[in-house]
């Protein structure tokens, strides 16, 4: 290493025991004995200097010497408790090697960046402690650890790719789906419990129609069956998701095919505009449930229905295969509704291709665009109603019936 190197990881080395000892020298009450601010800073040069060394036998000498040192300091002080002071020293030693470390371009960078998330995180000991013991119920722990489950635990271990004949199912693509009805689920619980109800499940429509609006409009359903007192709360959270996928899949188009984009933005937006409409006008009657809503009705996470509103999209999704695979180039349209009813995106994304490769003119692309809504509402309103809350499949079917009119008359007038 060059003098501007060993500069630079010194000053690197300070920087980290000054953060961290001056954070213990705050939090530290008035007769507490503990390391301090000097102590600290000591630690990060002594680590520095094992780095920029590189001789192990002397960096582990160093840590075990330290470590000891720490042991004795903490048992001649009865008044403590907990080992954090101790844990920040050994962690202000591993960072102060880091940035000294040679070899490393972004070890310096890596060990202050650590340095303030360590800093930030030991100064937020009242509020982490808030947050777990009077925030967090042991319910909502629990289900947090099943959510995160399923996402990590589950889904890499299923197939990446298609079983059975010629692929058509697909288990990783199925259980997506139950992570984006559970994920809408979650998250949607927390924003209710922490904005209210009425923002907080306005907030989970928007987020959810961004992500999947299918996800959120099933997740939702279910939830408004879990608190039917909710009932018009859910309908617009729904009315939201189902706005949002509208400028979502023209942003997409944007993305990849300018010209689509372009002549499916008259019949996208107005659909849009519907949707926020019916979205506002249910709002307005809302004002009494927000005031009665219970937030604590339901748990955070059940994988159940998620489980049983999978399996029905794995039927659908099956089916769409199988008709993709026998319609043929014949049958676009009849393919493009199949698709849209299960994957929109995707289904838009193939028309976009096809449009491409000439092997479909503008309007016949933008018609099956709108056919492929048309399919994908039909399986949102069927999902919706398995929910088993009274009125909400026919609502909904009003509604898209609304949107899809709109938006056909629009492209009629453009095209």
């Given at each position: 290493?060059?003098?501007?190197?060993?500069?630079?990881s010194?000053?690197?080395?300070?920087l980290i025991?000054?953060?961290?000892?001056?954070?213990?020298?705050?939090?530290?009450?008035e007769?507490e004995?503990?390391?301090g601010?000097?102590?600290?800073?000591?630690?990060?040069?002594?680590?520095?200097l094992?780095?920029?060394?590189?001789?192990?036998?002397l960096?582990?000498?160093a840590?075990?010497?330290?470590?000891?040192l720490?042991a004795?300091?903490?048992?001649?002080?009865?008044e403590?408790?907990?080992i954090t002071?101790?844990?920040?020293a050994?962690?202000?030693?591993c960072l102060?090697?880091?940035?000294?470390?040679?070899?490393?371009s972004?070890g310096?960078?890596?060990?202050?960046?650590?340095?303030?998330?360590?800093?930030?995180?030991?100064?937020?000991?009242?509020?982490?402690h808030?947050?777990?013991r009077?925030?967090?119920?042991?319910?909502?722990?629990?289900?947090?650890?099943?959510?995160?489950?399923?996402?990590?635990?589950?889904?890499p271990v299923?197939?990446?790719?298609?079983?059975?004949?010629?692929?058509?199912?697909?288990?990783r693509q199925?259980w997506l789906?139950?992570?984006?009805?559970s994920?809408?689920s979650?998250?949607?619980?927390f924003?209710?419990?922490f904005?209210?109800?009425?923002?907080?499940?306005?907030?989970a429509?928007?987020?959810?129609?961004l992500?999947s609006?299918?996800?959120?409009?099933?997740?939702?359903a279910?939830?408004?069956?879990?608190?039917?007192?909710?009932?018009?709360?859910?309908?617009q959270?729904?009315?939201l998701?189902?706005?949002?996928?509208?400028?979502?899949?023209?942003?997409?188009?944007?993305?990849v095919?300018?010209?689509?984009?372009?002549?499916?933005?008259?019949?996208?937006?107005?659909?849009?505009?519907v949707?926020?409409a019916?979205?506002?006008?249910?709002g307005?009657?809302a004002v009494?449930e927000?005031?009665r809503a219970?937030?604590?009705?339901?748990?955070?996470?059940r994988?159940g229905?998620?489980?049983?509103?999978g399996?029905?999209?794995?039927?659908?999704?099956?089916?769409?295969?199988?008709?993709s695979?026998?319609?043929?180039s014949?049958?676009?349209m009849?393919v493009?509704?199949?698709?849209?009813?299960?994957?929109?995106?995707?289904?838009?994304l193939?028309?976009s291709?096809?449009?491409?490769?000439?092997?479909?003119p503008?309007?016949?692309?933008?018609?099956?665009t709108l056919?492929?809504?048309?399919?994908?509402?039909?399986?949102k309103?069927f999902?919706a109603t398995?929910s088993?809350?009274?009125?909400?499949?026919?609502?909904?079917?009003?509604?898209?019936?609304?949107?899809?009119a709109?938006?056909?008359?629009?492209?009629?007038?453009?095209?």
């Amino acid at each position: 290493m060059q003098a501007p190197d060993l500069v630079g990881s010194t000053a690197v080395a300070l920087l980290i025991g000054f953060l961290i000892g001056a954070e213990r020298e705050f939090s530290r009450a008035e007769a507490e004995r503990q390391p301090g601010v000097r102590d600290f800073i000591l630690i990060a040069l002594v680590g520095s200097l094992c780095g920029l060394l590189q001789n192990v036998w002397l960096a582990v000498t160093a840590l075990a010497a330290i470590a000891a040192l720490l042991a004795v300091f903490h048992y001649q002080s009865p008044e403590r408790s907990g080992i954090t002071t101790e844990m920040a020293a050994v962690a202000t030693f591993c960072l102060g090697y880091l940035a000294s470390a040679p070899g490393l371009s972004f070890g310096p960078t890596l060990a202050v960046g650590l340095t303030v998330a360590i800093t930030i995180l030991l100064e937020a000991k009242r509020a982490l402690h808030h947050f777990i013991r009077e925030t967090i119920t042991e319910q909502e722990f629990t289900d947090t650890l099943r959510f995160l489950a399923i996402i990590f635990i589950i889904y890499p271990v299923l197939p990446a790719g298609g079983v059975g004949p010629q692929g058509v199912f697909v288990p990783r693509q199925v259980w997506l789906f139950v992570i984006l009805v559970s994920s809408v689920s979650y998250v949607g619980y927390f924003l209710e419990k922490f904005l209210g109800p009425r923002a907080g499940l306005r907030l989970a429509g928007v987020l959810g129609g961004l992500a999947s609006s299918t996800a959120a409009t099933v997740s939702l359903a279910r939830s408004c069956a879990d608190e039917p007192e909710n009932r018009t709360l859910y309908w617009q959270a729904i009315l939201l998701a189902n706005g949002m996928q509208f400028p979502r899949l023209l942003a997409i188009l944007g993305a990849v095919n300018p010209p689509l984009a372009w002549a499916l933005a008259g019949p996208l937006l107005a659909m849009t505009a519907v949707a926020l409409a019916l979205a506002r006008l249910w709002g307005a009657s809302a004002v009494g449930e927000a005031q009665r809503a219970r937030v604590h009705l339901r748990n955070p996470f059940r994988l159940g229905p998620a489980l049983r509103f999978g399996a029905l999209f794995g039927l659908i999704t099956l089916l769409e295969r199988t008709a993709s695979a026998t319609a043929g180039s014949a049958g676009v349209m009849i393919v493009s509704a199949a698709g849209g009813s299960v994957d929109v995106d995707a289904a838009v994304l193939s028309l976009s291709d096809l449009l491409k490769a000439g092997g479909l003119p503008m309007p016949a692309t933008t018609l099956a665009t709108l056919i492929a809504l048309a399919g994908n509402a039909v399986v949102k309103t069927f999902l919706a109603t398995q929910s088993g809350v009274a009125g909400l499949g026919r609502r909904l079917a009003l509604s898209f019936l609304l949107m899809l009119a709109t938006g056909v008359l629009v492209w009629r007038l453009t095209s």
